[in-house]
């Protein structure tokens, strides 16, 4: 996973934090949906990535 990606994932997982709780202060479910959302998908990607650097790690042990 490059910088990028990492900052990218965690600029997008602080963004639907900041959603989540403004829809829950104000009330809007829509809003509030959308933060959870937008975590989910921050999450998913972290994990896509791990999983796509522990594929290579095991390429490399099986195939020096």
């Given at each position: 996973?490059?910088?990028t990606d990492k900052a990218s994932n965690k600029i997008q997982d602080?963004?639907?934090r900041v959603e989540e709780t403004t829809g829950r202060v104000t009330?809007?479910?829509d809003l509030?949906?959308?933060?959870q959302t937008d975590q989910v998908k921050a999450?998913?990607?972290?994990v896509g990535e791990k999983v796509k650097r522990?594929?290579?790690k095991v390429k490399r042990l099986v195939n020096p």
């Open positions: 996973m490059g910088t602080l963004k639907g009330k809007n479910r509030e949906a959308k933060g999450a998913a990607k972290d522990a594929g290579t």
